[in-house]
């Protein structure tokens, strides 16, 4: 299916002058990764059920709970695309950076966020997509960290680049997209993370958030972006939206959900859990039920038409008491 959004011309690039800075977790949380496993592509690709949503069960069958831990959680928050290294500007590198900004436009534009109202969180708009040259990604050898990456953001946000995360237009989701040839330090088998890195002065310390996607085929990297957004957005800090009994960094809403891939408009995604359909979803369409159960009404009674006094009719939902 072709795309309907128009690709990204350019992509500038931004060098900074200064030096990668190692920065530490921030220590009043436990430096936990948040991680998604790569798995085999998912052979459903049913595409005639277009204009329906994709539902599946949980990983393991079961009917989770979620928990709201009260914290931080990202609504409307702008994501912005850091393409690691020089060689995203080669017109050689595949999947290109155009390939993949175009795909995270898609998503965002379409209705893969639209489960999320049910937490609180509505759409993410397209901040833009950049490709950093200096920092330079890890060349020797080809492995990264995760403070590697906090590095890098940071860095840009110290030059000012970007504003800080409590400025005036400084919440900002970045998303890292690694170059080709890295790989997850220790483990080349997680395919991306997202967490938070202290940013600003000791005495004005303010959490920037952040994900990385490491470097596969298109498919993969978009399946891994889906997982960290919807994930950064319920979750963003650990204390946010939370899967009861599940292990820390396994525990969110994507973890859950991430046996089951399909088709949206042509990009590839996983399934995440909502809550009010007690399933995994992918949303395909806008789902006017979806929408009204997330904002507490009790569809059991329908909507039904109803004549007011001045003889108007008017639709009325039941709401739950
Ligand atoms: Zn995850």
């Known amino acids: 299916m072709s795309n309907p959004l128009t690709p990204l011309a350019v992509i500038e690039s931004v060098a900074s002058s200064s030096p990668l800075k190692a920065r530490l ?3 009043d949380y436990p430096p936990t990764v948040r991680v998604a496993l790569l798995r085999q592509a998912d052979a459903r690709t049913d595409l005639s059920k277009a204009g329906h949503d994709f539902t599946s069960g949980s990983n393991d069958g079961t009917i989770p ?16 695309l850091l393409f690691w290294g020089s060689v995203w500007n080669l017109a050689s590198t595949s999947p290109s ?3 993949i900004a175009t795909a995270v436009q898609s998503i965002l534009a379409g209705p893969f966020m639209s489960g999320l109202v049910q937490y609180g969180i509505d759409r993410s708009p397209f901040r833009g997509a950049l490709v950093v040259t200096l920092p330079a990604p890890p060349f020797q050898p080809h492995t990264f960290s995760d403070s590697d990456v906090e590095g890098m953001v940071g860095t840009l946000i110290d030059d000012g680049v970007f504003p800080e995360p409590d400025e005036d237009g400084g919440r900002i989701m970045y998303v890292v997209i690694m170059p080709p040839g890295t790989q997850y330090e220790g483990d080349p088998a997680v395919g991306g993370a997202h967490w ?3 940013s600003g002065s000791v005495v004005d310390v303010d959490h920037a958030w952040y994900a990385w996607v490491g470097n596969h085929d298109i498919d993969s990297m978009t399946k891994v972006f889906g997982h960290e957004l919807v994930e950064m957005c319920t979750d963003p800090e650990g204390d946010g939206w939370t899967v009861d009994g599940q292990p820390d960094g396994l525990n969110e809403i994507g973890d859950i ?13 996983e399934n995440y859990w909502s809550q009010v359909d007690a399933a995994c ?3 395909t369409a806008y789902s006017l039920k979806r929408f009204m159960r997330s904002k507490g009404f009790d569809l059991g009674k329908g909507v039904r038409p109803h004549v007011p006094p001045n003889g108007s009719v008017r639709a009325v939902m039941g709401i739950k008491s």
């Open 257 to 269: 959900c991430n046996k089951s891939f399909n088709p949206l408009n042509g990009v590839l995604l």
């Open 25 to 27: 977790h921030a220590t």
């Open 97 to 99: 950076a155009g390939e």
């Open 65 to 80: 709970t979620l928990t709201n831990n009260g914290g931080a959680i990202a609504s409307g928050v702008p994501v912005q």
């Open 196 to 198: 938070y890195f202290s």
């Open 281 to 283: 979803i992918l949303p």
